[in-house]
């Protein structure tokens, strides 16, 4: 009589630091002889372990994966252990773990303390490693909260009861361990020292020059930053490779945007230079010899933004200030007002250059690898740039090389943290309910289309940055007279003369998207990229090369999809989005098709405009639809 297989010992799940050494143990009973077969899947993949027939499972953490074990006996019976999770964490403190430690809980990541608005989320995080992986119980005030068992603690919409002193506890069955106690406040954000009545950030990376030679740090840098301050609330534009005319009309409508109270900060990473104790940015169009005429004044920018009464103005320049063309003549600024609100913040010291960094796929400018370790503080903004300039000085690769420099006129101790509390007209443009979503512009949905053989695709787009769309493609499940498909996203050639699209750095776009679909793979990505430039609709081509079983024939059909100018370029300039219609039409099957791809190329720009020689005043002429978003978008929003 034949019996079921009955596991005796589940593997577990485990939270280790990258490099940790442990095993999976499975155990099972039967009647019979039994064999064991080890899988994991990764980036939603699921397959076979080679080698892995035996109980336990040796493993190296390198990366977050999950395991199942498949036992099956003489007589086909088959079993499948719990799917488990290894949670690798990459970034461990040295010295935290012990010299004989036994997976008992440790933490990694400590909570921090909060001053919340009624009504506003309150999101608090902890985590911890351990061998099981430990299980987590927040308490308030020593009491359990009954349904906060996650690493993550999330109230949606707090109220003054919520105030008080927080602590999470991470258990194993070897014990436990608590965070750090620490205090919420809840009340009106106005009762508070110091807040800001809206924050909002402009941040430009000029990576890709038609004189001079590009650079790779920006693309990334602008990445990163943006994403920690959206952490802080602010409302962030994030744009790529602008040239002169673009930089001016981005500028002029951030200015128009500032007033009484607001936070704002601009950042500009990119080539540059100092003349006599004047920065100048230099768009991606600047000729050769660099002149105030051609580029953009920092300190002009910086005379407006005070201009608008802000509560506070940082200026991040990540750029070289090497002393360059002591002949030309400066541009007209006049003094800053001696209103106590500013805060320079340098890459590099005068007439020094400012270096990158390569880390694996990713370049990144050794500014930026500092300031956003420290960025998310709760202190005084320059004793947060203190932090970045003391760590970055103490960095061997570019000691006696680069030194940050912070210049500053702050009298209060106003933090990047201080909450959000809009009044007076602020109010109407920052204090839209979350259900209103500011009139925010979001993502076009993904969508599925289907080709005549009846094979099926998601298309998903993703804003990376402000003026750069990822279109991807994924296959959904494949017939089964079908085999070795293949999905190819790019322009048609008949209408390459209407939008030429071009990327600067395919490799660096197309890594910031696989970081934020995790291990998710994706079968084909096109960048948009310059998306201010396009004044009519893109067209798009998905081609599925696919080979036929009965026939052995390959087999090409396509699908073109429209993308409208109100989704790219022309929606800056909406307050209410409409889900455009995308038209999809199938082209003729194509036996033999050749396989051919499309690279995302910039599109070019409309006729160029008259520019005056002082870039930096506003520019009431009628500007390109690049960031006039910004004067209609609410707080909080991820892009325009």
Known sequence: MQTAIVITEQPVSVSVPVGYSFTLHCRAEAH???????????????????????????????KTKLYTCRINDLYRNVIFSDWVKVEVHPCVARGLLPQLWQGEPIIILNPTEQKVEVGKPLQLQCAAIGVPAPSYQWYRNGNLLEHQKKKKLWITHTKVSDSGTYLCCASNSHGEHWTNAVDIHIGTCCSEKFFATGKLALLVGNNHYQHHPNLMAPVTDVF?????????????????????????????????????????????????????????????????????????????????????????????????????????????????????????????????????????????????????????????????????????????VVTGKQVMEIKHTLKEAR???????????????????????CGELPEPPSETVTFPCGVQAELRFHRLFSNVLSVCAKLQDLPAHLTDAQLMLRQPTEVD??????????????????????????????????????????????????????????????????????????????????????????ARADPGGALSTGTGRSLPSSSPSKSRSEPEENDERSMSELCSALLRAGPGQEHP
């Open 32 to 62: 019979t002889s039994l064999q064991y077969q080890w899988f994991c899947q990764c980036q939603s993949v699921c397959h076979q372990i080679p080698g892995a027939t035996k109980q336990d499972l040796p493993i190296t953490a390198q």
């Open 224 to 396: 990163e930053l943006s994403l920690l301050l959206k952490q802080l609330g602010f409302q962030v534009v994030s744009l790529l490779d602008l040239n002169k005319a673009e930089m001016v009309a981005a500028v002029s409508r951030f200015l128009q945007l500032l007033e009484k109270g607001v936070y704002a900060i601009f950042y500009y990473a990119g080539h540059g230079y100092e003349h006599l104790g004047r920065n100048y940015m230099v768009p991606v169009d600047a000729p050769q010899l660099y002149a105030p005429e051609n580029c953009i004044s920092v300190q002009r920018i910086l005379q407006k933004m005070q201009q608008q009464q802000t509560a506070l103005n940082l200026i991040l320049l990540d750029t070289c200030r090497k002393w360059y063309n002591p002949e030309c003549a400066l541009s007209q600024v006049q003094p800053l007002e001696p209103w106590g609100n500013t805060v320079y913040g340098y890459a590099t010291s005068e007439d020094a250059e400012a270096y990158e960094l390569q880390n694996g796929e990713f370049s990144s400018g050794i500014f930026m690898k500092y300031l956003k370790k420290h960025i998310l503080q709760e202190k005084k903004v320059t004793h947060m740039l203190e932090d970045v300039l003391e760590d970055l000085g103490r960095d061997p």
């Open 415 to 437: 933090s990047l943290t201080d909450p959000i509390c809009p009044t007076g007209a602020a109010t109407e443009r920052w204090g839209c309910s979350r259900g209103e979503q």
């Open 497 to 586: 003369d209407v939008a030429n699209l071009e990327e600067s750095h395919p490799d660096q776009m197309d890594s910031l998207l696989t970081s934020v679909y995790k291990q998710e793979e994706l079968d084909c990505i096109f960048q948009l990229c310059g998306l201010q430039k396009i004044q009519m609709d893109v067209v798009l081509q998905l081609d599925l090369h696919y080979t036929q079983l009965s026939t052995k024939q390959r087999t090409c059909e396509s699908l073109q999809k429209i993308l409208p100018k109100l989704l790219l370029g022309q929606f800056f300039t909406q307050r209410n989005y409409t889900r455009p219609n995308y038209d999809s039409s199938p």
